[in-house]
């Protein structure tokens, strides 16, 4: 076999858009008042990309960032300028001492086993306190039990469980993590997340620390109009076959023609992260023609009715509906899903 390298270009493809990244992050720093915002690109920036996601922020002026395990942060540790802070949301395990005494992160401290691990090292940390969520944190009545002016705390942080709706959760977390502050000397406080901010001054402290609203999701609606689109899928027509009145589509056949028209087969499906929820739900555009998801989405393709955009011929290139409150209501998924579930067969460009 010939040894020339041969690229093979995607048909499937993500168009990333850095000035929506921006500009999103830019006003979630405006609802955020006189707390400085960071930035969520835990799970590779939702699956976005962290390293480019990191270095677009970075330079619009973010200097917190939040990821998940210490394997995160050494993807990242060459891009850390100064002024820039990386926190490591699930703490350190024993394993991790050896990277984590090295590393230019600091650990999010989520247990007492942890601040006593941590102890001797007199590097940064931050503490995570558990206000009610019972995920990650130390829960407020064992605060005492340790000493924690023996630690060098830059955020003292707790996480909100029901940010996105109007929950009595929220008053009762907000109290409990005020509560805490008071037995942590940590520099800073922070505990809204995205829809956190949403909720008001009362929950932004010194540092905010938004995720998904950064990649284009709306928790509340008071997000809807500061929230752009961040990602953009596009898939490529593989064929195009024209229906009889009586042809069945796709698997199960959930969609039977009624009448003669034209549909394209796209190189998309469910291991790319366009879920089963799409099926006879979705809709792909031609700039501004409908082009509506016929049947089941399978593996690697979907049907579209492109009776709207009959010009339309194989190796044409067609976007998904993907504005995340828009496609959460079409296909009922999370909008949390759909951005992390899009796969690694894309071809990801930033515009």
Not at 113 to 137: F, H, I, K, Y
Not at 268 to 294: C, K, R
Request: glycine fraction near 8%.
């Amino acid at each position: 076999m010939n040894d020339k390298v041969i690229a093979i270009p995607s048909p499937a493809r993500l168009r990333l858009d850095s000035s929506a990244l921006v500009g999103n992050w830019r006003n979630l720093n405006k609802m955020s008042g006189r707390a400085s915002t960071g930035a969520a690109i835990k799970a590779n920036a939702y699956g976005l990309g962290a390293v480019e996601v990191f270095r677009y922020l970075q330079a619009a002026g973010c200097s917190d960032f939040f990821v998940a395990n210490w394997q995160e942060a050494k993807e990242l540790e060459a891009e850390i300028k100064s002024g820039t802070r990386l926190s490591v949301l699930n703490g350190v395990r024993q394993e991790d001492m050896p990277y984590a005494l090295l590393s230019a992160a600091k650990p999010v401290l989520n247990s007492l086993e942890q601040a006593q691990r941590w102890q001797e090292t007199g590097l940064p940390c931050d503490v995570m306190v558990n206000s009610g969520m019972n995920r990650l944190g130390v829960n407020v009545p064992d605060l005492g039990q340790f000493d924690w002016s023996t630690l060098d705390i830059d955020i003292v942080m707790s996480h909100l469980a029901s940010a996105d709706e109007d929950s009595p959760q929220n008053a009762d977390q907000l109290a409990q993590y005020t509560a805490a502050l008071k037995h942590i000397p940590g520099k800073r406080a922070s505990l809204g997340n995205s829809a956190g901010i949403a909720l008001g001054s009362a929950y932004h402290f010194d540092c905010t620390r938004p995720g998904l609203s950064l990649y284009g999701g709306q928790q509340r609606p008071e997000l809807s109009g500061s929230i752009q689109q961040v990602v953009f899928p596009e898939a490529q027509i593989l064929q195009v076959r024209m229906l009889k009145s009586g042809d069945k589509v796709g698997y199960n056949a959930l969609y039977t023609a009624t009448r003669e028209h034209p549909i394209a087969i796209l190189a998309m499906g469910y291991a790319d992260g366009y879920l089963l929820g799409f099926s006879n739900q979705g809709i792909f555009y031609n700039e501004e023609a409908e082009l509506p998801v016929l049947g089941k989405v399978s593996m690697d393709l979907i049907a579209v009715d492109i009776s709207n955009a009959p010009h339309l011929k194989e190796s044409d290139w067609v976007r998904a509906e993907y504005d995340l409150p828009c496609a959460s209501a079409l296909s009922g998924i999370s909008q949390y899903e759909l951005i992390t579930s899009l796969g690694n067969r894309y071809a990801r460009y930033w515009t």
